[in-house]
Nanobody, 123 residues
Framework: QVQLVESGGGLVQAGGSLRLSCAASGRTLSTYAMGWFRQPPGKEREFVAA????????YYADSVTGRFTISRDNAKNTVYLQMNSLKPEDTAVYYC????????????????WGQGTQVTVSS
């Protein structure tokens, strides 16, 4: 069993930054790729970023490329999402998840999820 807990969300003005953290307990994450997804109000959950188990490769949605950075610290069993130049359209609940399947961008390929953290960007 794995428990994932996100933190770091909040209210920020457009152009600002936030750093989300996803801490795992129960089992190590070091052998799994991890991802961040988000669900804007009234919309479906969408892929944001993913990182391989070693941290050697990262993947991003087009909408966040160049603004967001995913990273991980396997010694701390924690994954991060640094979000810069935030826009109102980034407003969403952000979730971290453990990848169990083949595809990095499909939420169906992730098995364990956190409870989510709210990010609100004001204009």
């Amino acid at each position: 069993q794995v428990q994932l807990v996100e933190s770091g969300g909040g209210l920020v003005q457009a152009g600002g930054s936030l750093r989300l953290s996803c801490a795992a307990s129960g089992r190590t994450l070091s052998t799994y790729a991890m991802g961040w997804f988000r669900q804007p109000p009234g919309k479906e959950r969408e892929f944001v970023a993913a990182i391989t188990s070693s941290g050697g490769s990262t993947y991003y949605a087009d909408s966040v490329t160049g603004r967001f950075t995913i990273s991980r610290d396997n010694a701390k069993n924690t994954v991060y999402l640094q979000m810069n130049s935030l826009k109102p359209e980034d407003t969403a609940v952000y979730y971290c998840a453990r990848k169990s399947g083949v595809n990095y961008t499909r939420f169906q390929d992730y098995d364990y999820w956190g409870q989510g953290t709210q990010v609100t960007v004001s204009s």
